[in-house]
T-cell receptor, first 117, second 109 residues
Framework: GAVVSQHPSRVICKSGTSVKIECRSLDFQATTMFWYRQFPKQSLMLMATSNEGSKATYEQGVEKDKFLINHASLTLSTLTVTSAHPEDSSFYIC?????????????FGPGTRLTVT | EDKVVQSPLSLVVHEGDTVTLNCSYEVTNFRSLLWYKQEKKAPTFLFMLTSSGIEKKSGRLSSILDKKELFSILNITATQTGDSAVYLCASQGAQKLVFGQGTRLTINP
């Protein structure tokens, strides 16, 4: 199956600093990608949807100035958590949407666990 | 508002039992219904369903969609301890996925 990488897999940072999470599709190109956040024992929550070359569409309640998304190319997207606070501690997962022979297929990265102290 | 509801939220069975997980959805411009298995990290894809009444099968797992009743089920037969996980269903409308809250399945030996 298709492979999506995320880096770093785990990061600990101090409150007030910024953290960049990188997401790459390794063997396919995708025009659309998603960023999710998952708190312990909860389901995935969509943060934003982005198309390559255009601005991301953020879900209600997600601050676009705090969670900066750059969909730089068909294989790379980054999420920057600016001025991180302890409540931003979560599991962040990226996902690419691509069109397969059976229709749209979605592939997830392995996730990044962010801990803000 | 788009919505996906899974039931039960939690299920504990013995190894060898058969389980059925439920997923109902209300999504604008429905395109597909997807099932995922999530263990410790990111979800892994199980099935994508687009047509009503056609069962998809992979080993001991199978799933079917009812587009009239806006419902899908995931069946797991002869369960094993390795099946313990959270099972997520998601409904795809346009270019956005809406996830259910998940069913936490625990298989006891």
């Amino acid at each position: 199956g298709a492979v999506v990488s995320q880096h770093p897999s785990r990061v600990i940072c101090k409150s007030g600093t910024s953290v960049k999470i990188e997401c790459r599709s390794l063997d396919f190109q995708a025009t659309t990608m998603f960023w999710y956040r998952q708190f312990p024992k909860q389901s995935l929550m969509l943060m934003a949807t982005s198309n390559e070359g255009s601005k991301a569409t953020y879900e209600q309640g997600v601050e676009k100035d705090k969670f900066l998304i750059n969909h730089a190319s068909l294989t790379l997207s980054t999420l920057t958590v600016t001025s991180a606070h302890p409540e931003d501690s979560s599991f962040y997962i990226c996902s690419f949407l691509t069109r397969g022979h059976a229709g749209y297929e979605q592939y997830f990265g392995p996730g990044t666990r962010l801990t803000v102290t | 508002e788009d919505k996906v509801v899974q039931s039960p939220l939690s299920l504990v069975v013995h190894e060898g039992d058969t389980v059925t997980l439920n997923c109902s959805y209300e999504v604008t411009n429905f395109r597909s219904l997807l099932w995922y298995k999530q263990e410790k990290k990111a979800p892994t894809f199980l099935f994508m369903l687009t047509s009503s009444g056609i069962e998809k099968k992979s080993g001991r797992l199978s799933s079917i969609l009812d587009k009239k009743e806006l419902f899908s089920i995931l069946n797991i037969t002869a369960t094993q301890t390795g099946d313990s996980a959270v099972y997520l269903c998601a409904s795809q409308g346009a270019q956005k996925l809406v996830f259910g809250q998940g069913t936490r399945l625990t298989i006891n030996p």
